[in-house]
Structure formats: structure tokens, C-alpha cells
């Protein structure tokens, strides 16, 4: 048995039992209490539910019996990879004028050369479901289980079809990140918009969605949502919305598909706003919150490293399709950031984390100097408090009448800012069913501030010109 420190006690087994926690003094009794497996059946795929182990990648684990000759596995003989050391530098996570370097173990680097496990390195796994406890307060043995992939977007796809099937419908908040709506055009879903607000995801919208859905008609299985400095809004979904998300999720009986590259670009002036798969540690039950995390805004994006924690029958139809799919993520990517977390230590990665969202807040700032310069009276726009994008909205007519017929801006960001020399995107691209919209998403990620100032004087004087106004 262990004990954590907030009183829960984890059994050997697995199973949680109640531990005494302090209030006012007084110990009383914590459970979590994770829905049941078979609660999962109805909500897979019948894709996923036809998806059979591999009779190769399941037996991997047997090999680790002392004493076994294995015969199993066509893995290649590593006395024919050439690579024979591997080492790289670092900036320091507390110092960012110095460099450390990191030198891979000889057991490590032929771990990262070998096919491995389908879910990932166990140790990094290891290192993974530390970081959730840390970041999100959640512990193994309660339901859930974690896997690596390369990069969230594929383990978005996998989770995607494990959950639905071809014409379902399905809840997506509006505007959405664009890499989804391929996903679910390719299995011919019904994409329901849900309205988003500088709050967030719009909780009465949700719920007028489904207090008034067809009768007889199926409701959708799934909400996908990006809770952190969205793409392409970049807003920041409150507190207040999130529960009443969850508390939708479980009336209206839906899961939770939580995307969040940007949760370590959280940069607002009040605290970071919970995760859904903390909140739901609130709720009667966990087990209704898919989670994707990313290492690609804070390590590397081309290092494509992700992971996703959720319900472990969830996890185990992910697992299932890489195995079919790709096998795994790359060994010696894992190797490679294995190395890197057991160097730095939780508190050198969240120092890390901290320095990269103070960079983009400070990139955010000089984003929103220049909108103030070149667009003010011209567009309009929140203030994001994470991620890497501005959502404006051009006015494209000086008579501009909030709410009437605001225009579009595909031609004008399209065609007419790019021959001007600024290229962005019209915010019609972010909207799963395509209509019109006056907004753009600018990234503020990579421009120089005197890029970012002659980028958007160039968007004045054609938005001036379409105005009329030259």
C-alpha cells in the first residue's frame, strides 16, 4: 500500500481506498472512484472493437523471464547498427547562457535502437504518469492509464477512431483547431459547433445543443475541446465552464476529448485554470476526460513526442491501432527525451516550461503593441493568456454594424493581403462547416517585432483599401 500525501491510498492491486485527509482539523475520507470497464463497450468504435492484439507485440513481455531463450521477435541483430554513442547539448533550464551535455547509457541508446513496447520506454511512461500527478494531481490506480505517441496529433487521430464511427455526430467547439476537421470529414461526421466566447467553450451552448436534440437520434459520444490558449482563438476556458462541461458530460453521458499543446504556454496573470482531468477528480467518477499533451511547443516539434492519459480501456484500443498502424513511437526519440527529463528533474522541467511561457507572453505583448498601432478602430480582438495566436476580427466596412452581416475575410487574406506580402489565415478554415467570418488567426510565434510591425501595416493598407478609405 501507498500512501500519498493528500491521504488517498493506492493498493497494490490497483484499486483506490480511503485515506484520511485534514479538514478543519478534522480527518475525513477521500475515494476516487473510476467508472467500471465495461462502462467503455458502448462508447468504442467498431473498429476498435475488432482490433485483436498483435500475437508478436503481446508476447514481448514474456521475454523478460529470466532463463527464457526467445525465438520470438524478427528484431534485427544491433551488432549491425552503426551507432555505437550518443550524446547533445542543452541549454540550461535555470541558466540559459550555459549548455549541459547529456550522453545517452550504452543500455539506454540500445533501448532507443531496438523495437520497443507499443505504449512507450517504461521508464519514460514512469516519468509521464509523475508529471500528470504533478501537473493535474492525478495517481495511477485510478482507472487510467497513459501512452506515447508521435506527436498528441497522432494519438488524437488514434483516439478519434476508437471512439467514433463513420456518421456519428460529434461535438467540436467552434472555432476549432483546424488539424481535426480532416479527421472527422475523412469518417463523414456530423460536426455539431459549439459556440466559444473569450471564456471559453459557451456552456449553455452545449447544453441547448443537447436539451433539444432530436429524439431518436443518437447523441454524440464525444466533445473535443482545446481548454488552453485555443487554436485559432487563443482563448483560455474558465473554471466556471469547465465544470459545467463535465457536469453536461455526465447528464448527457459524453466524452471529453482534452487537447492541450499550449498548457504549459500559460501565461495570464491569474493562475492556471485547472485541467478537465484534474476537475473531474471532483466529480462522483472519474473516467470521462481523454487527455493529450504535447513536448512539441516546449522541446521540439520536430522531435514529435506526445502522450495521451485517459480511461485505460481508451488507452488500450490506442495501443491496439498503433500496433496495427506504426508499432510505435521511436525508440530513440524516447531515448533522446528519456535522457533529457532524468537530467533535469521535474523541477528543472517545469523551470524550463516557465522560461518558455514567459518567452511568448513577451511575444504576445509585442503582437498586441503592434495590433494597438496599426489596427486599433480596425479590427478587434481578446487578449490571449496562452498559446501562440491572435483571432481578429477585420471591420471590414467603415459602417460597421456588430452582429450584421460582418463580411468575410477569405478574398481579402487570401489573395489580397498576400500580394501585399503577409500571409495568414482567414478565419473560415477554423469553422468545421466552412461559413464566412470576418476573423483572422496571426501566429506570434517567430516574427522579430520589427516583422510584426511591417506585417501588420501592410494588412492596414489593404484593409484600408478595401474599406475604401485610400
Not at 108 to 125: E, H, V
Not at 362 to 380: C, I, Q, T, W, Y
Not at 428 to 454: D, H, I, M, Y
Request: with cysteine.
Amino acid at each position: 500500500m501507498v500512501t500519498h500525501s493528500d491521504g488517498i491510498i493506492v493498493s497494490a492491486s490497483g484499486v483506490t481506498t480511503p485515506g484520511p485527509v485534514e479538514t478543519n482539523g478534522h480527518a475525513v475520507e477521500k475515494v476516487v472512484k473510476s467508472l467500471p470497464v465495461d462502462f467503455y463497450t458502448e462508447f468504442l468504435s467498431d473498429a476498435a472493437k475488432i482490433r485483436k492484439p498483435s500475437p508478436i507485440r503481446g508476447l514481448f513481455p514474456l521475454e523478460n523471464k529470466p532463463g527464457v531463450i526467445s525465438l520470438l521477435a524478427g528484431k534485427p541483430n544491433d551488432a549491425m547498427f552503426p551507432f555505437k554513442s550518443l550524446s547533445f547539448n542543452i541549454t540550461s533550464p535555470t541558466d540559459p547562457s550555459q549548455e549541459q551535455s547529456i550522453s545517452l547509457s550504452a543500455k539506454d541508446l540500445s533501448a532507443g535502437l531496438q523495437y520497443g513496447p507499443t505504449g512507450g520506454l517504461p521508464r519514460l511512461l514512469k516519468w509521464f504518469i509523475g508529471l500528470q500527478t504533478l501537473s493535474h494531481g492525478r495517481r495511477s490506480g485510478e482507472g487510467w492509464s497513459l501512452s506515447i505517441g508521435s506527436g498528441s496529433q497522432d494519438l488524437i487521430y488514434k483516439g478519434v477512431n476508437a471512439l467514433v464511427n463513420p456518421g456519428d455526430a460529434v461535438l467540436v467547439e467552434s472555432p476549432v483547431y483546424a488539424g481535426v476537421i480532416p479527421m472527422f470529414k475523412s469518417l463523414h461526421c456530423e460536426q455539431i459547433e459549439v459556440e466559444t466566447d473569450a471564456n471559453g467553450v459557451c456552456s449553455h451552448s452545449l447544453r441547448n445543443i443537447l436539451e433539444n436534440w432530436p429524439i431518436g437520434k443518437p447523441k454524440p459520444k464525444v466533445f473535443y475541446t482545446v481548454p488552453y490558449g485555443c487554436n485559432p482563438t487563443g482563448m483560455t476556458a474558465t473554471v466556471e465552464r469547465r465544470k459545467e462541461v463535465l457536469q453536461l458530460a455526465r447528464e448527457h453521458n459524453f466524452l471529453i476529448l482534452e487537447d492541450d499543446p499550449y498548457f504549459y504556454l500559460y501565461f495570464g496573470k491569474a493562475a492556471r485554470p485547472p485541467s478537465y482531468f484534474q476537475l473531474e477528480l471532483d466529480e462522483p467518477e472519474v473516467g470521462r476526460v481523454i487527455r493529450f499533451d504535447s513536448f512539441s511547443k516546449i522541446l521540439s516539434a520536430g522531435i514529435r513526442m506526445g502522450f495521451a492519459s485517459g480511461p485505460k480501456p481508451i488507452i488500450d484500443a490506442i495501443d491496439l491501432h498503433t500496433a496495427s498502424a506504426n508499432l510505435q513511437s521511436s525508440s530513440l526519440i524516447q531515448a533522446i527525451t528519456l535522457a533529457l527529463v532524468e537530467e533535469w528533474g521535474y523541477a528543472n522541467f517545469f523551470a524550463h516550461t516557465q522560461a518558455v511561457a514567459e518567452f511568448y507572453r513577451n511575444k504576445r505583448d509585442v503582437f498586441e503593441s503592434a495590433l494597438n498601432a496599426h489596427l486599433s478602430g480596425l479590427a478587434e480582438w481578446c487578449t490571449p493568456e496562452a498559446g501562440m495566436f491572435f483571432w481578429f476580427k477585420l471591420l471590414l466596412s467603415p459602417n460597421h454594424t456588430p452582429g450584421v452581416d460582418e463580411g468575410d475575410s477569405e478574398d481579402l487574406i487570401r489573395t489580397k493581403a498576400y500580394e501585399n506580402g503577409v500571409l495568414a489565415l482567414p478565419g473560415t478554415v477554423f469553422l468545421p462547416n466552412g461559413r464566412k467570418t470576418a476573423f483572422v488567426r496571426a501566429s506570434f510565434s517567430l516574427c522579430t517585432e520589427e516583422q510584426v510591425n511591417e506585417a501588420l501595416k501592410r494588412l492596414r493598407d489593404v484593409l484600408l483599401k478595401e474599406r475604401g478609405q485610400v
